[in-house]
């Protein structure tokens, strides 16, 4: 071939790069739990941060399933629909992982992507609960334990049943002593709290003040955080603040099948979003903030094990029996 065909044909090479670079890394996102709950606000932040490259809104997905295990064992195991799909993960499917309730599949077998943002628990009750601290909560469960009904977007061992039994455990109750109604996801639980049909959620910060802008009658009596929240949840004071140690980070990302081609250019178009100064502002619409920033040479796999062998130090705590109050 000519010296100017070689150009040619290296231009159109280039092109077709372009065009492939270009188009959608991920044709939907799965919120592995019904509608309303985190994951799908993770699937949001996700299409947010692939519009930036003028991406078109990508759908979400909702897949309930043992708050993720249907949709992880499917991934592992290469039996999902045809087509390139990002799954929504946070802390809670991490904790899953910590304590096997993935059956034989371990975080080698997916593809983790680096967090998108950080989210914190939040301890919230319906807005006429007699309780108006976190205080007056304590002192309910420390007095009569059976009393009080925490909802949870998944069963025992479930994050939020995980951050639960953490706050009990700080008013001397042991975790077979918490009474938990499980549910399929936060959204789930969250309407449960509004119908009055528990009394008490160790929820999602980010979930919570969705909530509150669409006006729920809800009241937030802590945040476990290491300092005060910002936005709607700016007035609430930390769990430290009221003289309990509990914080509660939660990672918020999207793994994909460990084969997947697109997987680069979505962790490229990611990794780009991240780095632009509007992110913060989009987070803090979402009402997240930045994760904290890795070590240089850090992959996402190692913050995922870092952060399951943090879980597994917090089981370990509630194994112990809680000290009396």
């Excluded at 490259?53 to 290469?78: K, M, N, T, W, Y």
């Excluded at 953490?166 to 449960?192: C, H, I, N, S, Y």
């Excluded at 509004?194 to 729920?216: C, I, M, N, S, Y």
């Excluded at 040479?297 to 062998?309: C, H, M």
């Amino acid at each position: 071939m000519s010296a100017p065909g070689l150009r040619t044909a290296a231009a159109l090479v280039l092109l077709m790069l372009s065009g492939v670079a270009a188009a959608a890394p991920v044709e939907r996102c799965v919120a592995p739990a019904q509608p309303g709950g985190g994951f799908e606000l993770t699937c949001l932040l996700l299409r947010e941060a692939l519009a930036q490259s003028g991406e078109p809104p990508l759908p979400v997905l909702h897949q309930p399933g043992g708050i993720g295990a249907l949709v992880f064992d499917e991934v592992a195991r290469g039996l999902r629909p045809p087509g390139a799909e990002a799954v929504a993960f946070s802390t809670g499917t991490l904790l899953n992982l910590a304590q096997g309730r993935f059956g034989r599949h371990g975080p080698d077998e997916v593809r983790w992507l680096m967090p998108l943002a950080l989210d914190h628990g939040v301890v919230v009750v319906h807005r006429d609960a007699p309780w108006r601290d976190l205080s007056a909560l304590l002192r309910a469960l420390r007095e009569q334990p059976a009393s009080v009904a925490f909802g949870a977007g998944g069963t025992i061992g479930s994050q939020d049943w995980m951050k639960a039994a953490l706050l009990a455990r700080t008013a001397g109750v042991g975790p077979r002593a918490l009474r938990l109604v499980a549910f399929e996801g936060g959204g789930d639980a969250m309407r449960a709290l509004v119908g009055r049909h528990v009394q008490v959620l160790a929820g999602d910060a980010a979930e919570v003040a969705r909530q509150l802008r669409q006006g729920a009658p809800l009241r937030v009596l802590a945040v476990l955080a290491p300092q005060r929240l910002g936005g709607v949840l700016a007035g609430v004071p930390t769990a430290r603040e009221q003289g309990t140690d509990l914080v509660w980070p939660i990672l918020r990302g999207v793994y994909v099948a460990p084969g997947l081609a697109q997987a680069d250019a979505l962790a490229h178009q990611l990794e780009r979003a991240r780095r632009q100064p509007a992110w913060r502002e989009t987070l803090r619409r979402f009402d997240l903030s930045m994760p904290d920033e890795p070590p240089a040479g850090t992959a996402p796999r190692q913050l995922v094990q870092a952060e399951i062998d943090r879980l597994r130090q917090a089981l370990e705590q509630l194994r112990r029996p809680p000290e009396a109050r």
